[in-house]
């Protein structure tokens, strides 16, 4: 008789057993800078100097929503905040996109999980101006602006070979060191926080979470302690 578990593949690992314990200072009111983008500068320098244990700390998910109210989620690249808000950009006909204009309500979420933390954001998107959205493109390198032409996102191909063969057309089109305009229909999204959440993570499952929230009548913010 053959051993029939010689050839079989070796089975996952079972959620339900696999824990991390934080261990951390944990995260207390009287350390909060009064406004909540503030506290994200500090927050996002700290995971950016992180480099061997962050990847890529400007990652966060995007979850948005249909008009119908059915979510999805993707993980796209944060280019810039400030003040205002928090900046990404995409295809204006991708599924992100068509979903905020149907429902600008969205959910930005940073998980940094080396470090024990996640920051939480709910707000709205709006589109950000043309010109900010041509001055973030002239930054891209020259691959990533013909990728931005090249891919008609969440649209169904047919094979990579369709999207390779788009790629090599524009390449051809626009050599290394010549501009490569903006596409018309590529730009940037400004999500303005109505709340801020500062998760840090604790033993036990006592986890800090400190979120402001924005009052809508006087534009000022509170801080609120949650449960974890």
Same mark, same amino acid.
Request: aromatic fraction near 10%.
């Given at each position: 008789?053959?051993?029939?578990?010689?050839?079989?593949?070796?089975?996952?690992?079972?959620?339900?057993?696999?824990?991390?314990?934080?261990?951390?200072?944990?995260?207390?009111?009287?350390?909060?800078?009064?406004?909540?983008?503030?506290?994200?500068?500090?927050?996002?320098?700290?995971?950016?100097?992180?480099?061997?244990?962050?990847?890529?700390?400007?990652?966060?998910?995007?979850?948005?929503?249909?008009?119908?109210?059915?979510?999805?989620?993707?993980?796209? +690249?944060?280019?810039?905040?400030?003040?205002?808000?928090? @900046?990404?950009? $995409?295809?204006? %006909?991708? !599924?992100?996109? =068509? &979903?905020?204009?149907?429902?600008?309500?969205?959910?930005? +979420?940073?998980?940094?999980?080396?470090?024990?933390?996640? @920051?939480?954001? $709910?707000?709205? %998107?709006? !589109?950000?101006? =043309? &010109?900010?959205?041509?001055?973030?493109?002239?930054?891209?390198?020259?691959?990533?602006?013909?990728?931005?032409?090249?891919?008609?996102?969440?649209?169904?191909?047919?094979?990579?070979?369709?999207?390779?063969?788009?790629?090599?057309?524009?390449?051809?089109?626009?050599?290394?060191?010549?501009?490569?305009?903006?596409?018309?229909?590529?730009?940037?999204?400004?999500?303005?926080?109505?709340?801020?959440?500062?998760?840090?993570?604790?033993?036990?499952?006592?986890?800090?979470?400190?979120?402001?929230?924005?009052?809508?009548?006087?534009?000022?913010?509170?801080?609120?302690?949650?449960?974890?």
């Amino acid at each position: 008789m053959t051993d029939s578990s010689a050839s079989s593949p070796e089975s996952p690992p079972e959620p339900a057993g696999m824990r991390e314990q934080y261990v951390t200072d944990g995260l207390a009111e009287t350390e909060l800078s009064a406004d909540p983008m503030d506290q994200f500068a500090l927050w996002f320098k700290e995971a950016a100097r992180e480099t061997a244990l962050v990847h890529e700390p400007n990652a966060m998910v995007v979850s948005t929503a249909d008009a119908e109210g059915r979510p999805s989620s993707r993980t796209v +690249l944060l280019k810039a905040f400030d003040e205002r808000g928090f @900046v990404f950009f $995409t295809n204006y %006909a991708s !599924r992100k996109a =068509r &979903e905020l204009s149907a429902n600008p309500y969205v959910s930005l +979420l940073f998980p940094w999980h080396p470090m024990a933390r996640q @920051v939480i954001v $709910t707000g709205t %998107a709006t !589109r950000v101006g =043309r &010109e900010e959205t041509v001055a973030y493109f002239r930054t891209r390198p020259h691959g990533s602006q013909l990728g931005a032409w090249a891919s008609a996102q969440s649209s169904v191909l047919v094979s990579r070979e369709e999207l390779d063969r788009s790629y090599a057309d524009l390449a051809a089109r626009y050599p290394e060191g010549e501009q490569v305009p903006a596409p018309p229909n590529w730009g940037g999204f400004r999500v303005s926080p109505r709340t801020v959440e500062f998760w840090q993570g604790r033993t036990n499952r006592l986890h800090d979470r400190l979120r402001y929230a924005r009052d809508t009548e006087s534009g000022a913010w509170r801080v609120e302690r949650l449960s974890p």
